[in-house]
């Protein structure tokens, strides 16, 4: 409950400021790439991707081979929590 009062008393600068200090995106910078996949013409015709970035796709990030983190062990911590 602290850290969410913390934050709602923050202005939008200080959260942006924040989120970057963090090695986050701002929700500006967050929506880029949802905003890109739904109007982009590029992104058309695109199915069943991960992307991180407009045009970045996971797998352009670690081959075709699956990222290390997606794995049966991993999915099923996910699943317990």
């Known amino acids: 409950r602290k850290r969410y009062e913390q934050r709602a008393s923050m202005t939008s600068e200080e959260r942006d400021a924040q989120a970057r200090r963090l090695g986050l995106r701002t929700p500006d910078e967050g929506a880029t790439t949802p905003v890109w996949l739904a109007a982009s013409q590029d992104a058309s015709n695109l199915r069943g991707g991960f992307f991180v970035d407009p045009k970045v796709e996971v ?23």
């Open 59 to 81: 797998r352009d990030l670690y081959g075709e081979g699956v990222p290390m983190w997606r794995t049966a062990e991993s999915a099923e911590v996910v699943w317990r929590f």
